[in-house]
């Protein structure tokens, strides 16, 4: 008769506790979003397989750069806010303050980087109408857009709540719930740049 496999445990060694990071609600939104984001996707790679030819030809005109330099500005800022959360977690606010800004900083720079490829875009005269390429890249990439600048919105509140000392190791909730949606938005990007900027 075989018995179940127990790791031993001294009395002093606190139990490994598993919980949900941030607001259970949290969770549903972001599956929520990565479901649409996802039929988006869907509906991108199918538009491009029935004219594969238009859909590189007007990819390649894309700013690849940019998009690169926004992919290490949304990766940097996730890395940002990880600390904040660490930092957090040990009862040091005002660095967690200090983290956040600094993920501010990197989204900010996203919106720049991003608000001027859109200029640019609209002073050579492409619209949602120009194409069906150009439809799907308006649409996904200012959806994503929007998803940002809300993300700034809260990572906003969640630097004046670091700053005023409101977060520590037992007040966590508020700051991996923004913690969470911030990440989702860094997700997204990194399906999303590859699939309309790269991929041909």
Known sequence: MTRPLTLPRSDDQPACELRLAGDLAIWFFILAELLVF???FAAYAFARSADVEAFTLQQAALDRDAGAINTVLLLTSSYFVVRAVQAAATDHSAIAARWLLAAIGCGTGFVAVKSAEYASAYAAGISLSSSTFHMFYLSLTFFHFMH?????????ALWNNARAGRYNRRELHGMETGA???HMVDLVWLVLFPLVYVMR
């Open 38 to 40: 996802g039929l988006f």
């Open 148 to 156: 940002v600048l809300l993300g700034l919105v809260i990572l906003v």
């Open 180 to 182: 969470a949606y911030w």
